[in-house]
């Protein structure tokens, strides 16, 4: 019998039977929600109603925030736990991003009215966009109907995607990206 050779950098295991094995391939850029837009290249454009510091806005696109840095993140749900305390990192760290010319706006598949709920309740500074059928979220590889999965991506000034993050751990998740941020403008690279 062949002797099978099983390189653990190609593969995530054997349990899954091949099924999943594309989730392990470094080179591809996939996650659970999907295929992740590739860094380097313009974000996906949107056109999403949502609410910002608790007043509903109309519809907002990615050229809303034309020439600043922006952090797009996506969540499950409002009021959950894990939400909560990734808004909240992003909510305390919210003047250091804008002291670098980046604004934050945040996804999920909640309404307009939930989103209004959950900024006045929270506290919330920042936009949050309403993706009610995920288009927007499957657009960057973040959706798991019926819900947004917690995924992060840096867009530059120019639209152009420079980081991003997948399964994301809420503690200390905004300083990361801001981390990242610091570096991704100090680098030279925009």
Known sequence: ????????????????????????????????????????????????????????????????????????????RDFTSGCTIEAHGFQDALSDFKSHNCEIAAISADSVDDHESFCTSEGLGFTLLSDPDGAVSRDYGSWMAPYSLRHTFLIDPDGLLRARWTGVRPVGHAQEVLSTLITEQTSGAV
């Open 1 to 76: 019998m062949p002797r099978i050779t099983v390189n653990r950098r190609d593969f995530l295991g054997i349990s899954l039977a091949g099924s999943l094995a594309w989730l392990w391939k470094p080179t591809m850029a996939k996650a659970l929600g999907g295929k992740l837009p590739e860094l380097g290249i313009a974000a996906p454009d949107f056109n999403l109603p949502g609410t910002i510091a608790g007043t509903t806005k109309p519809n907002l696109s990615l050229k809303s925030w034309r020439g600043q840095w922006l952090v797009l993140y996506f969540y499950p």
